[in-house]
């Protein structure tokens, strides 16, 4: 009498959480149509389509090619240095005084070009073409970033929806189990507590399959979140075939050619080699300040101070000049020297960088190495135990039919075979995660 009132009290629980969750999620359902004036678009996207969707309406993508355009304009322009300068003038002026008013005017034109200056327009140049070099390589780092974000919400929305199509099933088997029990519970061949169990069973897959539908809905809206994607845009996901896993393992190179691809592409590495160049160029630009610099410059010019015979006047004050100058640093109270020491320092700081970060990649990728090795021996572990405990499972459907094992029986083992279904679900994306990541690190693209 106690076992049955503690499955009476547990199947009430069971409804109640079951109706609530529902409920909620009927509202929330009602309350998003009722106020959304925007129909979303929809969208059907591979993994390929969500990188090219995000790539192309990302902010932070859009914000970062700017300052690469900005970059370009400094460095075409500093190109533009090694060029003179022209400007022309020309003013009127009126003055009064005791002795009569007056008018004067001049007008002229003058040019400029530097010579020499210590190689500092050519050093300029170089660090503003590495400045746009390196800002592509960031852009490809944040590419890398966001792929990998992308994958990995992309896999989730995958596996939550695998999650439910085999729910979904086991609760139709649920559903026929707890049928077949109230019947055999109205001729006597079970008892009361057994066709209970059932029921309850019946209810909490039921609630298994609205809580997965419920983190199904939360990452496709990850996703939508990454891809920069309107939240009331629809979008459906595109299977991929993920039957056969096995050429995942098999297409994986040594340990050491993942190293040697991933040290070649690897972007954070790429930019800390450009700080190095940077670094050095910074040195070459210190060190053009001890060194003179040497301008030539033109003009030419003519005036009038009155308005009579205006014509005269420019032709009498026409005059030409030609120009050049040398200066040549003495003394800088120590600034030149101190600008060399410093960009010094800094390069031997950019090259301690590049050495940490090295060391750093050769972990990581190790680490990742390591991890597909490790997610291919869990997948295939578990995708063994899936297969005997699904046959195991179906074998005790067919015997609990013909009243050849108790409910207790069965339920027990649905729920082993639920238990390693999830373990297998979860190891295979997490074997397509890890394999995957390696690939961004060796430089591939992402596919799948």
Known sequence: MHLIKSILFMKNS?????????????????????????????????????????????????SMELSAESQEVTYEQSKQSRLPSVSASASETYSNNKNGSNYSGNLGLGASVVIYQGGNINKTIKQNRLNRERSDIQLQQYDNQLSVQILQ????????????EYQEVVLNSSRAQMKQG?????????????????????????????????????????????????PLDNLQIIQPNTESLD???ESLPTEEIALEMALEAYP???????DILLAENNISLAKTGFRPSLNANANI??????????????????????????????YSRGQNKAN???????????????????L?????????????????NAYKSSELKETAYSKSFKAYEVQFQYGKITTVELLQQQNNYLNVLNTFIRNKYTLVLQRKILDVYMGKEITL
Do not use: W
Not at 17 to 41: C, N, P, R, S, W
Not at 304 to 330: A, C, E, K, W, Y
Not at 360 to 376: E, F, H, K, M
């Open 340 to 358: 060399v020491k410093r960009s010094k320092i800094a390069l031997e700081q950019a090259r301690l960088d590049y050495e940490q970060k090295q």
């Open 14 to 62: 069971l409804k109640l959480v079951f109706l609530l969750a529902l409920a909620f999620l009927t509202m929330t359902q009602t309350i998003v149509a009722q106020e959304a004036d925007y129909e979303g678009k929809n969208y059907q996207f591979s993994l390929e389509d969500c990188l090219r969707f995000a790539f192309s309406n990302s902010y932070d993508r859009k």
């Open 182 to 230: 109230q019947e055999r519970y109205k001729v006597g061949s079970i008892l009361e507590s057994d066709m209970l169990l059932l029921e309850a069973q019946y209810i909490s897959d039921s609630s298994n399959v609205i809580d997965t539908r419920i983190s199904l809905d939360n990452s496709i809206m990850s996703l939508k979140v990454l891809l920069s994607m309107d």
């Open 301 to 330: 010019g003519t005036g009038h101070t009155d308005f009579d015979d205006v014509g005269q006047q420019f032709d009498d004050r026409f005059n030409q000049s030609v120009g050049i100058s040398l200066s040549i640093p003495i």
């Open 247 to 249: 050429n995942l393992a």
């Open 360 to 376: 750093d990649v050769r972990q990581t990728v190790s680490l990742a190495y390591r991890n597909v090795v490790s997610a291919y």
């Open 153 to 164: 919400a992309f896999l989730t929305v995958l596996s939550n929806n695998e999650l439910l």
């Open 268 to 274: 954070t590495l790429k930019l800390s080699e450009y």
